[in-house]
Nanobody
Framework: QVQLVESGGGLVQPGGSLTLACTVS????????MGWYRQAPGLTRELVAR???????NYADSVKGRSTISRDNAKNTVYLQMNSMKPEDTAVYYC??????????????WGQGTQVTVSS
């Protein structure tokens, strides 16, 4: 069983920066997409940033240019750095691992979520 553990959430002032980390419980050798989603109250969960299995990096338009997703394979960890943060970035942020197995089956894993609040 794969577990994702997030850290780094909290309260940040508008214009400030925050880095989230997501550590996977074991090394992943299966083709996968991995990244971050967020969900604000009353809204659906949305993609923030991710690495795709094709080696492409996707960003939501709302965070493009002020966010960077990165990874440390030796630590099985993916990071999300967000700069110039806005109140509308307030949400619960979830780490996601989307496995694409050799037989075409899919397994989707989520972290427990970490609250990010942008407020003065």
């Amino acid at each position: 069983q794969v577990q994702l553990v997030e850290s780094g959430g909290g309260l940040v002032q508008p214009g400030g920066s925050l880095t989230l980390a997501c550590t996977v419980s074991r090394s992943i050798f299966t083709k996968n997409n991995m990244g971050w989603y967020r969900q604000a109250p009353g809204l659906t969960r949305e993609l923030v940033a991710r690495f795709t299995s094709d080696g492409i990096t996707n960003y939501a338009d709302s965070v493009k240019g002020r966010s960077t997703i990165s990874r440390d394979n030796a630590k099985n960890t993916v990071y999300l750095q967000m700069n110039s943060m806005k109140p509308e970035d307030t949400a619960v942020y979830y780490c996601n691992l989307h496995l694409i197995r050799w037989d075409g089956t899919i397994a989707n894993y989520w972290g427990q979520g970490t609250q990010v609040t942008v407020s003065s």
